[in-house]
Every structure is written in C-alpha cells, then in structure tokens.
C-alpha cells in the first residue's frame, strides 16, 4: 500500500462475482462485431486479479473464458487461453503494481492488455481466420483508458466515509 493512501475495507465476495458476472453479461450483448471493442470482462478480470489474488485467479478467468468462446461461437479456448495469460501476469504484477498511483497502473496494465488480445488473434489466425484490420489496436489503449473508471466504481463500496473522530487513526 503506497504511503497516504486510503485503507480499504474487505472486498464482499459476492460484489466481486456481480461485478464479473456483469462485465460478462456487457460482453454478450449483441453491439455488432468491431475490432476495436474493448474487452471489459477482460478488464475486470484483471481488476480483481490485481486487488483480489486470492478470490479471482486463473480458474476463475478461464471459466470466463470458456463462457465467451461458447457466447461468440469462437474457437474453443480462445478467450480462456487469453483470459488465464491474462490472470496470470495480473497476479505476478499485482503487488508492484498496488504502489502505483491509478494513471500509472493504466500505462503498467497496457502491455497485459496487448498481450491478451496478440493471443486471441494469432490463434484466430492460426485456426484460419481472417486479420480484423489496423483497428484491432485500439482496443488496448481504449481498456488503458478505462483502467481509472474501472478503479473508481470497484473500489466505490470498499472506501471508507471520513471518520471525525481524532482519537481513533484508522
């Protein structure tokens, strides 16, 4: 925890799975297939990685995973081998990462993102489909962008209210 940051309260288990099951849902609606979209299971995903390690893990991204490559009629792993790389490099960064300030951890997260979506391309590529175009960059840099939204509403319910009391520091 970076020095002059705010305590948090524990995280409630059942707002990180809503949370999850709602970033899923997003991905399913039918808003047309663009390449530049932004993955938000994806970004959630890594979310809870980072702050919760122990509660959101690789398990749990490629069960995501396997959900969206049955959702989108995808090759059959596609999204969990993503996902699960993904959970993976969030959970081995994540205790770097806490020391960042939230526009810092965007710019940290990128790479993360890059990679997830460099995975589900080059195996979409290599079961013969066809190069979505340039656009397909976009994607990163618009979940980069969403990073700090994203670290506002998760953490929301975990901030505490200002306490005036001046005899009790935490």
Do not use: K
């Not at 690789?58 to 969206?68: D, H, K, N, P, R």
């Not at 939230?102 to 993102?113: H, R």
């Not at 976009?138 to 969403?146: D, S």
Request: charged content about 10%; some cysteine.
């Amino acid at each position: 925890m970076r020095p002059g940051q705010q305590l948090l309260l524990p995280a409630n288990p059942l707002f990180i799975w809503g949370s999850l099951l709602l970033a899923l849902l997003v991905n399913m609606l039918p808003l047309g297939r663009v390449s530049w979209m932004p993955d938000l299971l994806a970004l959630v995903l890594v979310f809870w990685s980072v702050h919760q390690p122990l509660r959101v893990g690789i398990g749990s991204a490629f069960f995501f995973g396997i959900a969206m490559d049955v959702h989108q009629a995808a090759l059959l792993g596609q999204h969990a081998l993503a996902y699960s790389a993904l959970s993976f490099f969030a959970i081995t960064i994540h205790r770097r990462l806490l020391w960042f300030s939230v526009p810092s951890q965007a710019v940290q997260v990128l790479p993360l993102f890059v990679a997830a979506h460099a995975i589900e391309l080059a195996i979409r590529m290599l079961a013969g489909g066809i190069f979505p175009g340039i656009s397909v960059l976009l994607a990163p840099v618009i979940e980069c962008l969403l990073w700090p939204v994203v670290s506002v509403i998760l953490l929301a319910p975990q901030r505490r209210a200002p306490d005036p009391d001046e005899n009790r520091p935490l």
